[in-house]
């Protein structure tokens, strides 16, 4: 069992930087074809993929927020990170992080964070 | 196209069965998932790949495909499977998308 807790600032100014840590129970990296990533989700609207980091580090990021995205291992084993860039009204929403099976066509998203809002206002 | 199309809203009586459908070319060469999302909460997966379900899940939770449409099938609805559904895959460039969500309400 996996456990994902979001945690970062609730409020972000306007062209200022979003900052975010998931810290994990478990590990969503320990095996092959799984990675830790972030999604999130504007009120009343649908899920958006931000990103995704691996075992080794390496990324992949949705192409519309690549240019502002980064994602990366936390301060600690157990933590990863997202950070954007350039914010504005548009970023305010829920922010999950969660764990992700990716392997031969097949995504799955099988443990979720509880969320956290971040709201960008001045 | 690089979407996944669903319809926006359906509704089934208590103890019908429901089908859930997410449309797009890129589901002719990638698998599905299915998430389920209830008010105030965060997503849970209930189908994934073919037609599997993690440990958990209801089998009256079930996933199919044919040609670019993926389908979740509630086979006896429930008053607690009123929520929000989602399908989530790649488009065809190969990057994760997520369908735009069904609200399904249980009458």
């Known amino acids: 069992q996996v456990q994902l807790q979001e945690s970062g600032p609730g409020l972000v100014k306007p062209s200022q930087t979003l900052s975010l840590t998931c810290t994990v129970s478990?590990?969503?990296?320990?095996?092959?074809?799984?990675?830790c990533s972030w999604i999130r989700q504007p009120a009343g609207k649908g899920l958006e993929y931000i990103g995704r980091?691996?075992?080794?580090?390496?990324?992949d990021y949705n192409p519309s927020l690549k240019s502002r995205v980064t994602i990366s291992e936390g301060m600690s084993k157990n933590q990863f990170s997202l950070e954007l860039s350039s914010v504005t009204a548009a970023d305010t929403a829920v922010y999950y992080c969660?764990?992700?099976?990716?392997?031969?066509?097949?995504?799955?998203?099988?443990?979720w964070g509880q969320g956290t809002l971040v709201t960008v206002s001045s | 196209s690089s979407e996944l199309t669903q319809d926006p809203a359906v509704s089934v009586a208590l103890g019908q069965t429901v089908r859930i459908t997410c449309q797009g070319d890129?589901?002719?060469?990638?698998?599905a998932s299915w998430y389920q999302q209830k008010p105030g909460q965060a997503p849970v997966l209930v189908i994934y790949?073919?037609?599997y379900r993690p440990s958990g899940i209801p089998d009256r939770f079930s996933g199919s495909s044919s040609g670019n449409t993926v389908s979740l099938t509630i086979t006896g609805a429930e008053a607690e499977d009123e929520a929000d559904y989602y399908c989530?895959?790649?488009?065809?460039?190969?990057?994760?998308?997520f369908g735009g969500g069904t609200k399904l309400t249980v009458l």
């Open positions: 890129s589901l002719r060469y990638f698998y």
């Open positions: 478990g590990d969503c990296v320990s095996s092959d074809n799984y990675y």
């Open positions: 969660a764990r992700l099976y990716s392997h031969s066509g097949l995504d799955y998203f099988d443990f």
């Open positions: 790949g073919k037609n």
């Open positions: 980091i691996s075992s080794s580090g390496s990324t």
């Open positions: 989530n895959s790649r488009d065809t460039s190969g990057y994760v998308l």
